[in-house]
């Protein structure tokens, strides 16, 4: 199946920090999704991108599928942002989202 | 939309009980994914149901679990006997596959069961 690897595994930042995180997939794909689950434990959708570029207030990213990444970039980070963010992909014709290990972020007041 | 929705939001049983978890997917949606996420093994797909028929059921651990979504409104995870080793956040997800393959799934808030 398809690999996905996630990196950093963890981040520690400081209130009002930016970060990068990344997603390598091992294959094409159609479909590319980033959560956030939070600390309640809940899977929160942020974006949909099998490609192109999106914002959504201080979190936006970017999936290059010819290069096989993905990108999510956190702006002026809040503790609210602490959590583990999970990169998930599908290849063509399959209905199975494979999933990376995560990057857990800490952002500390 | 209320989003997808689980039932309990916690459940902690002894073992050899029957565990009985529930979903109700997001209206219109036509694909139902069960999911058991692990600290040791992370997120894994346990079984997927479109169009209310399951189509893949390869990663239901054994026996002692199984799936059925008598309607596209509703869906039921059942572990007989539980065992500790059961105890896990479990997680029921919705999407609108279209014929292109291409959707989003959304995932509801899971149910943390506990296994003494």
């Known amino acids: 199946g398809i690999q996905v690897e996630q990196s950093p595994p963890d981040l520690i930042l400081q209130e009002g920090a930016n970060s990068t995180l990344r997603c390598n997939f091992s294959?094409?794909?159609?479909?590319l999704q980033w959560f956030h689950q939070n600390p309640w434990g809940q899977l929160i959708n942020l974006f949909y991108?099998?490609?192109g570029t999106k914002q959504n207030g201080r979190l936006s990213a970017t999936t290059v599928a010819t290069e096989r990444y993905s990108l999510l970039y956190i702006s002026s980070s809040q503790t609210t942002d602490s959590g583990v963010y999970f990169c998930a992909v599908r290849s063509s014709n399959d209905y199975k989202l494979s999933f990376g290990a995560g990057t857990t972020v800490t952002v500390r007041a | 939309d209320a989003g997808v929705i689980q039932s309990p939001r916690h459940e902690v049983t002894e073992m050899g009980q029957e565990v009985t978890l529930r979903c109700k997917p997001i209206s219109g949606h036509n694909s139902l994914f069960w999911y058991r996420q692990t600290m040791m093994r992370g997120l894994e797909l346990l079984i997927y149901f479109n169009n209310n028929v399951p189509i893949d059921d390869s990663g239901m651990p054994e026996d002692r679990f199984s799936a059925k979504m008598p309607n596209a409104s509703f869906s039921t995870l059942k572990i007989q006997p539980s065992e500790p080793r059961d105890s896990a956040v479990y997680f029921c997800?919705?999407?609108?596959?279209?014929?292109?393959?291409?959707?989003?799934?959304?995932f509801g808030p899971g149910t943390r069961l506990t296994v003494t």
């Open positions: 997800a919705s999407s609108h596959l279209r014929a292109d393959f291409l959707y989003e799934q959304y």
């Open positions: 991108i099998p490609s």
């Open positions: 294959d094409s794909v159609n479909n």
